[in-house]
């Protein structure tokens, strides 16, 4: 017999199948056994009459006969030790729920990971990934993958990991931003999906040092609002693909949000003084927003506009990189946006320069060299559009969609300040 996943067995009545995967739970009731079985989609529970004596998580292969009632079953079954657990487990996996502190789960994330709580977690970040790309391949995007191994710093500053690359010192990527800049020149329209790396001591339940960033890059826009446009389309289609995730939002009990047609939008000069209004004169000379602030105004976005989501624009130029646009009409201020999602910033994207000149002066006054990143500014000088584009930190996008309660539980294996294992 050919091996079959848990999902099929439904379609297999009357027939005799076989199936491998974890032994999940074992329950003894006088002459038969009652086994449950986790592969890699989900569990079938089979009847046994000889059970082997073996640890549960020992993979097993179970051969039995599908029946449907009273509840759909492998009868008449024969079970074979695969491979036994050999050591005792860390923690118990055969209940509903993980009742484990958050140290401790992600200690043993290698075998934590196979709960069925967790893998839906990943699952759900699987399908968000496909219709990111899904998306923008429909809208004639080329995926890329640019080097994470950079000779500086993408955006300046310190906040970089250094490694001995030979017989000089490289950096790991802080975002493939300038790569991406760079490829528009090549394909117009660009997207990348891969690790960033960010040497900030955050020690915060929405910050990890390394993550996976969603980034894309277009050309020939008309303003940032075209990279507005976009993203809303990819949120769109982001989270329909996790709405067919059903039997994962079942079992984490999510709902998917709606993303509006037109996401709302308000000017960041108009919402630091609303932030200020309610909250305290402290916000109102604050160059960026704080997390209270951003928690205030997805409140108000739930209330008055029915959207989890909200666009924040026209942050000051002095508070984003230096190949930032700025806004012709107010030049303090930038062509920039963040979106939030659910009262925490999700996105931060907007317009490029895109002229030469206007590069070597932005670096100017920021008291930055250009010989660092001569192949980058070398585009620019042979020509490059009017472009724009943004990045969603994925497991920052699942955390909120999820509801978790710090971003480590939406990574495989996160590193922060003190974890580089397992």
Not at 22 to 39: C, K, N, P, S, Y
Request: overall charge neutral; some cysteine; proline content about 7%.
């Amino acid at each position: 017999m050919e091996r079959i996943r848990s999902l099929e067995v439904a379609t297999r009545l009357g027939q005799r199948v076989r199936v491998m995967g974890w032994l999940a739970q074992m329950r003894r009731v006088g002459a038969i056994t009652f086994v449950v079985v986790r592969d890699g989609w989900g569990t079938v529970q089979a009847v046994v009459r000889e059970a082997p004596d073996v640890p549960l998580e020992s993979v097993v292969e179970v051969a039995g006969t599908v029946v449907g009632e009273p509840q759909l079953e492998l009868h008449d079954c024969t079970i074979a030790v695969i491979e036994p657990v050999t050591a005792p487990l860390p923690v118990v996996l055969s209940k509903k729920a993980l009742a484990l502190p958050l140290p401790a789960l992600l200690e043993h994330a290698v075998v934590t990971n196979r709960h069925p709580t967790r893998r839906a977690v990943f699952r759900i970040a699987a399908a968000a990934m496909r219709g990111f790309r899904g998306a923008l391949d429909r809208e004639g995007f080329v995926e890329i993958q640019s080097p994470k191994l950079v000779g500086t710093a993408t955006e300046g500053g310190a906040n970089v990991f250094a490694v001995q690359y030979f017989d000089r010192t490289a950096y790991l990527a802080q975002s493939p931003q300038l790569y991406k800049q760079v490829m528009v020149g090549v394909f117009e329209r660009v997207y990348e999906v891969g690790p960033v790396f960010r040497a900030e001591p955050h020690d915060t339940a929405r910050h990890i040092n390394q993550y996976t960033s969603l980034d894309v890059e277009l050309g020939f826009i008309a303003s940032y609002r075209d990279v507005m446009a976009v993203l809303t389309r990819v949120l769109a289609e982001m989270v329909a693909t996790v709405g067919a995730c059903e039997a994962e939002l079942a079992l984490l009990g999510v709902t998917v949000p709606a993303v509006p047609a037109a996401i709302p939008v308000v000017d960041f000069i108009e919402a630091r003084a609303q932030i200020a209004d309610a909250l305290g004169e402290h916000h109102r000379g604050e160059p960026d927003l704080a997390p209270e602030g951003e928690r205030w105004l997805g409140e108000r976005a739930r209330a008055e506009h029915g959207s989890d989501f909200v666009f924040v624009a026209g942050y000051p130029l002095a508070k984003r990189p230096f190949y930032t646009h700025p806004d012709p009409a107010r030049p303090a201020l930038s062509n920039s946006f963040d979106l939030l999602f659910r009262g925490t910033e999700l996105v931060t994207g907007g317009q490029r320069l895109h002229r030469h000149a206007d590069y070597l002066a932005a670096l100017a006054a920021r008291g930055m060299s250009p010989a660092p990143i001569a192949h980058y500014l070398e585009a620019f000088a042979s020509g490059m559009p009017p472009h724009g584009g943004f990045a969603i930190g994925l497991e920052r996008f699942v955390m909120q969609l999820l509801g978790l309660s710090n971003i480590r539980l939406a990574s495989l294996f996160p590193r922060d300040l003190t974890r580089l294992a397992p």
